[in-house]
């Protein structure tokens, strides 16, 4: 008894370019797959240079001498803050965990004042109306204030992640005649303190800040 064979048709060529894609798309889905779950990893459980490392390498974020690592979300103008000039931010404060250290606040200070040095780096960077984002390795946060007790202590070995924007920047020249007027005023009204007498306003201090 024969057995008579039956001719296989050829597989169409169209049909290898869709089984080809179909395993290209699994192997994609695969790595992709792979990579969430390595990312995962680093941010939950990985160690601060783990972190770093990996973050350095994100779309748009920039890494200063120092190690600071930062990334404008919005640009602003104008020139970028000196030393004694002052400055209104909203800042906030997370943990890689997203764990919040710093509420959403307002703030205002003249650049120089004492200052974790990660944050005043920072902010010299930016310009009025801008808005960055701050990764501050525990050398430029608390952990900068070697042996500090107070409520940074438990923070000095966390990266630090802040939220910060600029919306006005005041000349220390500005301040300073600002300061002078007030003196003035202070001097010539009644009952007011006479030259010399008063403590001027205190190192750092922005006008209308209080």
Known sequence: MSVTAVPLQPVKRAYKVWLWIGVLAAV??????????????????????????????????????????????????????????????????????????????????????????GFTEGVKLMRKGSHYRFWLPPSLGYGAEAGAQGPGSELADKILIFDVQMSDLVPAAVIQQMMMQQMMQQQRAPGGAAPGAGAAPGAGAVPGAE
Do not use: C
């Open 28 to 117: 994609l889905l695969a790595a992709g797959l792979a990579w969430v779950g390595t990312r995962a990893q680093v941010v939950a459980r990985g160690s601060n240079e783990q972190f770093l490392a990996w973050n350095k390498g994100q779309a748009g974020v920039h890494t200063t001498a120092s190690g600071l690592q930062y990334q404008v979300l919005k640009p602003g103008t104008g020139a970028t803050p000196a030393d004694q000039d002052g400055v209104s931010l909203t800042i906030r404060g997370n943990l890689r965990d997203g764990s919040e250290f710093q509420p959403t606040a307002p703030m205002r200070f003249q650049v120089g004042q004492p200052m974790i040095p």
